[in-house]
């Protein structure tokens, strides 16, 4: 099913975007008169799709007599995109097992006893 774009003349802002079934007779947009300032193009959108260690950035739009494209690029992470997502991912990880942590470090929890779940629940939620 195609889509498409009604666009203003004077500045190309697109006034709105459509499926083909609003066209029910051909599926097509009408012609419409220049007098008018709008005409309608095909959209095409490019949006590829994304890897693991890689960030999509965009859409540039490109028009055309008869399209009106929409594409996404997907690159590569840089080193420091690596890293700070690695740095950011660890500072979760730490805030998430900080209590925990303190509860051990300060002789909350004996070693060898057998606490119940609530107990220790408890003992955490001291610590939030």
């Not at 083909?20 to 095409?44: H, Y």
């Not at 540039?60 to 890293?83: F, G, H, M, N, P």
């Amino acid at each position: 099913m195609a889509n498409y774009v009604l666009l203003n003349n004077s500045d190309d802002l697109v006034i709105e975007e459509v499926d083909s079934s609003r066209f029910r007779k051909t599926g097509k947009p009408p012609i419409l008169k220049s007098e008018k300032g709008i005409r309608w193009l095909e959209l095409v959108v490019v949006n590829p799709e994304i890897g693991e260690d890689q960030i999509k950035e965009g859409p540039t739009i490109a028009i055309s007599d008869t399209t009106y494209t929409r594409t996404w690029t997907v690159r590569d992470k840089t080193a420091d995109e690596l890293k700070t997502e690695k740095t950011v991912h660890a500072d979760a990880i730490v805030r998430g097992f900080k209590p925990l942590l303190d509860i051990l470090n300060d002789g909350s929890f004996v070693p060898g006893s057998n606490y119940a779940d609530a107990q220790m629940k408890a003992k955490i939620e001291e610590k939030l």
